[in-house]
């Protein structure tokens, strides 16, 4: 099985100054080791601070590591971020249609483009309004068009459901499904909400602090989680636990 990602022993600390003019290094990522298969989809949860984004943002080459190795494997090229905040991809003020034909030229991918407004359901009665018109949902759905218009060979989906209404979450993570199906996409999703990471993923990461304290495969993780605050997050879902009672439990 070819390894299309794959980090060694990574960490990261931001340095910056702070109120007083002294020089801070706060660790977000302390050795992070783990591998991704071509093809497969790997879930990764934890409540909020616990590293997520950084890692996303690292994979992306967004900031380099301060220590570790990562390592992509050679036809692994293109790796698209599809972030929380789709406003950096999808322009407000511009036309969605003039978004995704810019993208199509430049990776000749224009004779896919109705295909590719077909395989995430954009209705083309959208395609005139502007980035700011949509709603998250449908923004969240012309930044994947957009992607998938690039042809990547990895993408990294950084709380993709987070703009969304429940329903609309619910549509979209069916959408990865059945994209990753059909299409063989390897794909990391990040999110809070292990209803929706446990049926898509392959295998599933849960970060805190940092650091990944449970790891395996999604059934196996969702059946025996090894550790307490993955029992946590799944029970965070069945009594409706908000943030603030998962970060004052006694063990995190």
């Not at 005139?128 to 992607?147: F, K």
């Amino acid at each position: 099985m070819i390894k299309v990602l794959t980090f060694e022993n990574v960490s990261y600390s931001p340095w910056k100054n702070d109120f007083w003019g002294k020089t801070v290094n706060k660790t977000l990522l302390k050795e992070i080791t783990f591998s991704l298969d071509k093809g497969k989809v790997l879930g990764i949860a934890g409540i909020s601070g616990s590293g997520k984004s950084t890692l996303a943002r690292l994979i992306a080459g967004l900031i380099r590591p301060v220590s570790g190795k990562i390592y992509f494997s050679p036809e692994t090229k293109n790796i698209r971020l599809l972030s929380q905040n789709n406003y950096y991809s999808i322009n407000p003020l511009r036309k969605i249609s003039s978004i995704l034909l810019e993208t199509a030229s430049v990776y000749r991918t224009d004779h896919l483009l109705q295909a590719v407004l077909d395989e995430v359901n954009f209705p083309a009665d959208l395609l005139n309004r502007r980035g700011g018109e949509l709603s998250g949902g449908e923004r969240q759905r012309a930044a994947l068009a957009q992607i998938l218009l690039s042809d990547p060979h990895l993408i990294v989906f950084d709380e993709p459901f987070s703009a969304q209404d429940p329903a609309s979450a619910e549509n979209f993570s069916i959408l990865i499904n059945r994209l990753q199906t059909e299409k063989k996409l390897t794909t990391i999703c990040i999110s809070h909400d292990l209803n929706i990471l446990f049926p898509i993923s392959d295998e599933m990461m849960i970060l805190h602090k940092g650091k990944i304290i449970d790891m395996g495969k999604s059934g196996d993780l969702r059946q025996s989680p090894s550790h307490p605050l993955t029992e946590m997050l799944q029970k965070a879902l069945i009594y409706d636990l908000g943030q603030d009672d998962l970060e004052n439990l006694p063990y995190i």
